[in-house]
């Protein structure tokens, strides 16, 4: 894998708040690379910066300094149409908090990608279909999200992300809503992604979830404090 | 990607029922309240401007007393007209279509048990002419009843309401406080003047017993009304008037007039102005209306604007560009926009013509107002379903995802 370019590259990433005294960073120097197939788990205590680099490398948001390559490419050289163009054709996401359209059927939100990639509405309704059908919610595919289940609405999330069969899934603490039980079966899920060849970079604070990854970076203070890997990990 | 963003903004307007049903409901209610307001105004003011119209445009009204503004001193007693006058203007000014008097007095009319109070005016032939007033049944004055004084009256509709439960009212005699007279015609109803006094209100009786019986005194006449000819100039035919006048009234030259000529188109003008102001009034009121309404529309759509924020975040963090985003949203804000426009023409055309028939007033299309108010609402709707979601457009998509 290290032969070939890294899928992402960040390089002395630096993020912060505000102005004079009352800066603040959120990240304070990153160097990380992560290959194509990869199952990362970016780990770490709450504002120690591990969802501000996820935002990062989403393109969700920018950094203060330094470079983050896509592929190869400088993001920074990139203008918004073409940041979008690049979530929209490589990258999934899925948010703590489910981010799912209100009022909209799970169907309709799983085709809400495919509707900015153009598809023709069949073979987009089959398409969403399918994925819904992968997570196992074919069965609630005309309910609205306040009808469904938090664990339910994840996977309707999940659904949405891998319709569009990215190159890689950012999810921002997926579990952090979930009982175990759901926790356990989002895992699965994205571990069965992982090992169709979809990179998966997830941010999580519990260690149970981190067991799923093939490795783990512990984040302290706006800084990568090691970076672990996860022999148990398949 | 037009098609796209139009399937994109009719799924939002169907998803968001109740807030398109408000915002829809907040343009049909400004569009209708403005057209129908400013419609209405306008059938109103021409509906007073006709009836002032129907007054006589090309009357002359003749008063003894000099012409000035502001109250009357008292103490000023000019010599009144006499029947002679009237004759005289009838003969020697040709230019005149009719002359009459048109002296009244407010009396209590009385058949068998009923008792109206009304008023009964002193008039000739030539009345008829002047307020282009016809007969429903029976006949005029003859020239012997206008001659001798005859007690003969033509009374109006309402009077035939009030004392004969509009039964036939011809032959019978009527009581007019001393005497008694006997009914020979009926006039055709006039409806309610500009002022909403009742114009049927009347009785007319010969000018003759009307000095004998009424007002007590057997020569005097306070004013005298004269229609002119169509197309003869009104300066000229004061003029004559004046000369006759002063020449009858044995006014030496150096002296002023002691009576004037009111010409009814000056009336008319100061009336004119007042239905100016009317429709100013107006004007204002759906000026009020358009923004009390634009602020409603802005509220609907400032509330959403968390939500909607949130959800153009959801959509750039999928992959959307900024300029679908905001097609779909000005897609929706025109749509929206559109249909409670649309909406809001049809209902207010229909209350103004329902209101108007009602209320018997002319029923005026103003294409303008209906375009200035269609025209508002969709800048209004457009601008606040658009701007909003320009200015989340354009956030880092994680600020919008997280907005509050």
Not at chain 2, 24 to 51: K, Y
Not at chain 2, 343 to 357: D, E, H, K
Request: with cysteine; aromatic share 6%; glycine share 8%.
């Amino acid at each position: 894998m290290s032969s070939t370019t890294p899928l992402i590259c960040l390089k002395a990433i630096k993020k912060s708040y505000g102005e004079g005294e009352a800066k603040t960073y959120a990240l304070r120097g990153v160097d990380v690379e992560f290959f194509e197939g990869e199952f990362v788990a970016i780990m770490g205590s709450s504002g120690s910066g591990k969802s501000t680099m996820m935002n990062i490398i989403g393109c969700l948001d920018y950094p203060t300094q330094g470079e983050y390559f896509f592929e190869g490419v400088n993001v920074a050289t990139l203008n918004r149409n073409q940041i979008s163009l690049l979530r929209r054709n490589f990258m999934g996401f899925i948010f703590q908090g489910f981010n799912l359209l209100a009022r909209t059927s799970a169907l309709e939100n799983v085709e809400l990608p495919l509707i900015y990639r153009g598809m023709k509405a069949a073979q987009r309704r089959a398409k969403s279909l399918e994925a819904l059908d992968r997570v196992g919610l074919s069965h609630v595919a005309h309910h609205q999200p306040s009808q469904l289940s938090g664990g339910q609405q994840q996977r309707v999330a999940i659904a949405r992300a891998l319709v569009t069969q990215p190159l890689i899934i950012l999810a921002d603490e997926p579990t952090g809503n979930l009982d175990t039980q759901n926790s356990l079966e989002v895992m699965k899920l994205l571990q069965k992604l992982n090992c169709e060849g979809i990179t998966i970079i997830m941010v999580t604070h519990e260690p149970d979830m981190a067991q799923f990854a093939q490795k783990s970076v512990m984040f302290k203070d706006g800084c990568i404090e090691k970076i672990v890997e996860n022999p148990h990990a398949s | 990607m037009l098609l796209n963003a139009f399937v994109l903004a009719l799924r939002t307007i169907r998803r968001n029922l109740l807030r398109s049903f408000l915002t829809i409901l907040g343009i049909v209610i400004g569009v209708a309240s403005v057209i129908a307001m400013v419609m209405l105004g306008e059938g109103t003011t021409a509906h007073v401007t006709n009836s002032i119209t129907k007054l006589g445009s090309n009357m002359l009204i003749i008063l003894p007393g000099q012409e000035r503004r502001g109250p009357t001193r008292g103490g000023d007693n000019f010599k009144p007209f006499d029947f002679h006058d009237v004759e005289a203007l009838k003969q020697e000014i040709t230019a005149l279509r009719a002359v009459t008097t048109s002296e009244a007095k407010s009396i209590n009319a009385v058949f068998g048990n009923t008792n109206y109070s009304t008023t009964v005016y002193g008039v000739d032939n030539d009345y008829f002419v002047i307020k282009d007033w016809d007969m429903e049944k029976g006949r005029k004055f003859s020239a012997s009843e206008l001659g001798s004084g005859k007690a003969v009256c033509i009374i109006g509709k309402s009077i035939q309401k009030e004392l004969f439960n509009n039964l036939d009212p011809l032959q019978a005699d009527i009581r007019l406080e001393k005497f008694s007279c006997k009914v020979i015609g009926l006039l055709q109803s006039k409806g309610a003047a500009a002022f909403g006094q009742d114009q049927d209100d009347v009785i007319l009786i010969p000018l003759k017993i009307f000095q004998r019986r009424i007002s007590g005194n057997k020569t005097d006449i306070s004013s005298i009304l004269v229609s002119m000819k169509e197309g003869v100039s009104t300066q000229r035919v004061q003029q004559e008037i004046k000369l006759l006048m002063r020449e009858r009234r044995h006014i030496k030259e150096g002296e002023e007039d002691d009576f004037n000529i009111r010409d009814m188109k000056d009336i008319i003008e100061t009336l004119s102005s007042t239905t100016q102001m009317l429709t100013m009034l107006l004007g204002a009121v759906a000026a009020i209306s358009l923004i009390v309404g634009g602020i409603g529309i802005m509220n609907i759509m400032l509330v959403s604007v968390t939500e909607r924020t949130r959800e153009i975040g959801i959509r750039l963090a999928i992959g959307a560009l900024e300029r679908e985003v905001l097609t779909q949203f000005l897609v929706e804000s025109v749509v929206l926009s559109s249909i409670g426009g649309i909406i809001g023409i049809v209902l207010g055309i229909s209350i103004t013509a329902v209101v108007t028939s009602v209320f018997e007033i002319p029923f005026i299309f103003s294409q303008n107002i209906v375009a200035v108010a269609f025209i508002f609402f969709m800048m209004v709707g457009i601008v606040f379903g658009y701007f909003p979601a320009r200015k989340a457009a354009k956030m880092n998509p994680i600020d919008a995802l997280r907005y509050e």
